[in-house]
Nanobody
Framework: QVRLVESGGGLVQAGDSLRLSCAAS????????MAWFRQAPGKEREFVAS????????NYADSVKGRFSISREYAQTTMYLNMNDLKPEDTAIYYC?????????????????WGQGTQVTVSS
């Protein structure tokens, strides 16, 4: 089992930027795709972005394309989500996740491990 710990969330204003981090420990996730999901109040958890085991393949939800960027450091199995031009609709709990495969992890059923989440709140 991989243990995932997110950090970097907070309260910001619309147009601001944040960088989320996800540190993996325990069983290695270096050969797996990793992803970010989010869940807003009263809504289902949704996919945000995923990155392949070697960083060569990245996928984004349409709602964040051009504003968010996902990356990872292989040696430390740390993953990041750089979020720019934040909007109030980005307000949610953001979850780090490890995928079952090596290339992509855009569906909840593809996920084998979840972090506890970090709150991002964007005020207008």
């Amino acid at each position: 089992q991989v243990r995932l710990v997110e950090s970097g969330g907070g309260l910001v204003q619309a147009g601001d930027s944040l960088r989320l981090s996800c540190a993996a420990s325990g069983r290695t996730a270096s050969n797996n795709a990793m992803a970010w999901f989010r869940q807003a109040p009263g809504k289902e958890r949704e996919f945000v972005a995923s990155i392949s085991w070697n960083g060569g393949n990245k996928n984004y939800a349409d709602s964040v394309k051009g504003r968010f960027s996902i990356s990872r450091e292989y040696a430390q199995t740390t993953m990041y989500l750089n979020m720019n031009d934040l909007k109030p609709e980005d307000t949610a709990i953001y979850y780090c996740a490890v995928g079952r495969g090596a290339i992509a992890a855009s569906r909840s059923r593809d996920i084998t491990s979840w972090g506890q989440g970090t709150q991002v709140t964007v005020s207008s």
